[in-house]
């Protein structure tokens, strides 16, 4: 029975697999499977631009907190989980007593078989499944009740292009499946010349800082509490396009390999201005967006989309319907960014206005030019019944005199209501805005699909204007040839002119490349090539290949699975470390096989050391050089004035709590200043094992500590 329950629940899942993201973490007891759902006790991800795709690291900690399991108890976690669409994960790790133990991926039969052993022997592992489409599966056993068990998760997650940023979503739904609220969720990100100016979409307002580190370099971090983590979340940078291109290529030992984005609009010069009057209908209630984050959504999605080229104004609703400007003005900068701020300080919103603000914008768009586009923002809902949706379309229709696109985004999350309209149910204005669309050749999309607005305001936008028909790109390369090639964001006929193409491929020759186009637009044709110098190509991330195979097997799984294409799919997954549904990651004791990772480096370390700057005094100096070390470290400390130097001890510590070394100062030491040697040797002189060793500074009442890691 619960197989069958189980099987259901994946059936259901897999249904709704590309509208809602999913997580469900449970702790159970393997001999009585008695349990509940567990907790998340930290949460870390580490996010680094590789081109089409950004490499992200989550870090999580799972316990058993409130489940009243006893000290003894050996329990099994198991976190199902989804990641966003076309996602590849590429490793899995295990921190096993202090270290880092990196998964070894093997067909799924071998490693389930190995798991299941070694829960039966109570011993130290962790298997990742990939389970079908973007769903997962991840187990670690044994977790003591009183304790944690950490693990890292890494991928490479597709990013979003516009004409002035690359954006990725990060996961923050998959700590909704925690018990108890995560305290806090914190974002590491490496920039470079590339890649610049780190980004939230949903927080405009929350600024990444610059930090440095021995070990890590140069970084930048964000932390974003609790009460921020009920939404969606993308992380954001600028976009490195040159003239409309983005070019990287690396070259390997068996096959070379390229990334292009390519937006249409600007390479091949083709340009349709736009007059877009934007509405804003928002109801107090109806969204977990407040008015102020809306309006920064508009701002960004204005200032992603819009080009000088292009022209707005915006109409609001109070009592009656306001126009923002008196006039068109051009989508600059300064315009987009004075206008919303203005618009900060008036007064509207709390209920609809929908009939005043189209009669209001279509009356401004008949009297400058009669050409123009309606782009609706509404969280609104009074026009949920066939009777009152269809007298305001007829309303709406008697308005105009020609035909004005209408675009509607609709980011209503709160306070749904349905209605049996003609055979089905439709929530909110379902119904209207499905039918304004339809009939006056403009899009509709809505946050309950399980995207967020922020998601559904940027492909509508990039779907406002003109597209070309009869499409054709095609890369080549000096003295050779591109193949192999996939377009991630679907191959097509018709392109949008503000939605860039995105491509991965293999190529031999060079080291030219040159861009080959041809189309339709306005029922003229056009063919042109664009040639990319050497200088003009980034230099490309090895992460490249697993990016193709991840194309590549999701290629293979899509088709019949028969047994020589199921060999293929495991063969290519091994080989490059790339999760399918027929592979998993294992990762085992040293003991039982598994090896202890020390080139692994712990971004989430950087926590802690964040942690210990912000509560330390600013006048702290405590740190390790080199660390990680192979023959000896120097460690530099210099204490606040607030720290209690009297008794104070020195000792280092192995990662099952044991002292191992303890310094004493000369006699001769500032009071507040020590520096020591340690050579990785005992109390007795005897060298110490590879690994994880903390240095502790106690005093009464008083403690700091720095990780040290010993590397032989």
């Known amino acids: ?37 567990g907790t998340i006790e930290e949460a870390v991800i580490s996010i680094k631009p590789k081109g089409l795709f950004m490499e992200c690291g989550l870090y999580l900690t799972f316990s058993a907190r409130n489940l009243n399991f006893n000290p003894t108890d050996s329990l099994e976690v198991t976190f199902n989980f989804s990641l966003p669409a076309g996602s590849i994960v590429h490793d899995s790790w295990l921190w096993i007593e202090g270290e880092i133990i990196q998964g070894e991926i ?19 592992p962790s298997i990742l499944y990939k389970r ?12 003591a009740g009183n304790q944690s068990r950490k693990v890292k998760l890494t991928y490479l997650v597709p990013t979003q292009w516009s004409a002035t940023n690359v954006i990725a979503p990060v996961p923050i739904d998959l700590l909704q499946a925690s018990a108890t609220p995560v305290s806090k969720f914190t974002i590491f990100s490496w920039m470079d010349e590339e890649w610049k ?43 490195p396009l040159k003239e409309g291109i983005y070019l990287n290529a690396v070259k390997g030992i068996d096959d070379n390999f390229y990334q292009l984005a390519f937006l249409p609009t600007e390479v091949l010069n083709l340009q349709a201005k736009r007059k877009v009057a934007i509405l804003l209908d928002y109801q107090t209630g109806n969204s977990t967006y407040s008015k102020q984050q809306v309006l920064d959504t508009i701002k960004s999605l204005m200032l992603t989309n819009l080009t000088d080229n292009d022209e707005f104004n915006i109409f609001y609703a109070n009592l009656t319907a306001n126009k923002l400007l008196d006039t068109w003005v051009p989508a600059t900068k300064q315009n987009i960014e004075n206008s919303i701020s203005t618009l900060k300080n008036k007064s509207f919103g709390d209920y609809s206005s929908l009939p005043l603000l189209f009669q209001a914008s279509i009356n401004f768009i008949k009297a400058n030019g009669g050409d123009g586009l309606l782009l609706l923002f509404a969280n609104t809902d009074q026009f949920r019944t066939y009777e009152s949706a269809n007298a305001l379309v007829r309303d709406i229709h008697t308005m105009m005199e020609s035909i004005l696109p209408i675009h509607i985004v609709d980011f209503q999350d709160n306070n749904n209501n349905y ?29 309950r699909r399980g995207q967020s607005f922020p998601q559904i305001g940027d492909d509508i936008m990039k779907k ?8 054709d790109l095609h890369p080549t390369v000096s003295d050779g040839f591109t193949f192999a090639r996939y377009t991630l964001n679907g191959e097509s006929q018709t392109m949008y002119l503000n ?20 189309g339709e637009f306005n029922t003229d044709t056009f063919s042109k090539n664009v040639e990319i110098d050497q200088e003009d190509i980034w230099d490309g991330d090895a992460l490249v290949r697993e990016m193709w195979t991840g194309q590549y097997i999701a290629e293979l799984e899509r088709e019949p699975q028969y047994n020589d294409i199921v060999s293929e799919i495991v063969a290519k997954s091994v080989a490059s470390r790339v999760l399918s549904i027929y592979t998993a990651f294992l990762c085992l ?18 926590l802690s050391n964040t942690t210990a700057l912000q509560d330390a005094e600013a006048d702290t100096l405590f740190q390790a050089f080199p660390n990680p070390f192979n023959t000896h470290t120097r460690i530099e400390i210099k204490l606040a004035d607030t720290f209690n130097s009297r008794d104070i001890k020195f000792e280092i510590y192995n990662v099952l709590g044991q002292v191992v070394r303890t310094f004493q100062p000369t006699e001769s030491h500032d009071e507040k200043r020590f520096t020591f040697l340690w050579d990785g040797t005992d109390e007795f002189g005897g060298d110490v094992s590879s690994g994880t060793y903390f240095f502790v500074v106690r005093t009464a009442g008083q403690q700091q500590s720095l990780k040290l890691l010993l590397m032989k």
């Not at 449970?26 to 509940?36: A, E, I, K, L, N």
């Not at 406002?464 to 499409?471: A, D, L, Q, T």
């Open 499 to 518: 939605s860039p193409i995105l491509q991965i491929g293999k190529f031999k020759g060079g080291p030219t490349f040159t861009i080959q186009t041809a």
């Open 464 to 471: 406002m204007g003109s597209f070309i028909k009869s499409f």
């Open 132 to 143: 079908y489409n973007d769903y997962y599966e991840l187990r670690i056993f044994p977790m």
């Open 419 to 447: 209605d049996y309209i003609g055979g089905q149910y439709y929530a909110g204005n379902d119904y209207l805005y499905l039918n304004l669309s339809k009939m006056y050749k403009g899009n509709y999309l809505n946050v």
């Open 589 to 606: 004791e040293p003991a039982r096989g598994g090896k202890v990772c020390y080139d692994c480096m712990d971004e989430s370390s950087l």
């Open 106 to 124: 093997m067909d799924k039969w071998t490693a389930a078989s190995i798991y299941e052993d070694i829960v039966k022997r109570r011993r130290d």
């Open 197 to 239: 100016n780190p980004q939230l979409l949903e927080f405009p307002n929350t600024f990444f800082k610059n930090k440095t580190d021995n070990i890590f370099g140069n970084y930048q971090s964000a932390s974003l509490p609790s009460a921020a983590l009920n939404t969606t979340l993308h992380f954001m940078v600028d976009s």
């Open 1 to 37: 029975m619960k197989n069958k329950l189980y099987t259901l629940v994946l059936f259901i899942l897999a249904a709704t697999s590309s509208l809602f993201s999913y997580a469900y973490l449970y702790v159970q007891d393997p001999r009585s499977w008695g349990g509940g759902t």
